[in-house]
């Protein structure tokens, strides 16, 4: 088992920033691929961005060139940084992780999830 727990979300004004963190505990943590989610009331789940264990990123096309994803596999942590914040990027950010090499944009190919982070901006 793998535990993930979400920390660094809040309200900020449109066009700051926040740095979303993940700590996973329980089991090894480099051999998973580590992805962010979000979901906004109403709507489905969708696909943030991803790192493999070998740090190859991929994006959803409306964060690209505004979020960094990162990892450090020495402190079982992911990070998310995210400039240029957007009222439309308002929701419950979770982290998740999968078994295996490859980031997956589905959230239903994820074994692991935290519990949650809000992240609001203001406009």
């Known amino acids: 088992q793998v535990q993930l727990v979400e920390s660094g979300g809040g309200l900020v004004q449109a066009g700051g920033s926040l740095r979303l963190s993940c700590a996973a505990s329980g089991r090894t943590f480099s051999g998973y691929a580590m992805a962010w989610f979000r979901q906004a009331p109403g709507k489905e789940r969708e696909f943030v961005a991803g790192?493999?264990?070998?740090?190859?990123?991929n994006y959803a096309d409306s964060v690209k060139g505004r979020f960094t994803i990162s990892r450090d596999n020495a402190k079982n942590t992911m990070y998310l940084q995210m400039n240029s914040l957007k009222p439309e990027d308002t929701a419950v950010y979770y982290c998740a992780g999968r078994r295996g090499t490859l980031v997956s944009g589905t959230h239903r190919d994820y074994d692991y999830w935290g519990q949650g982070t809000q992240v609001t901006a203001s406009s």
């Open positions: 790192i493999s264990y070998t740090y190859r990123t």
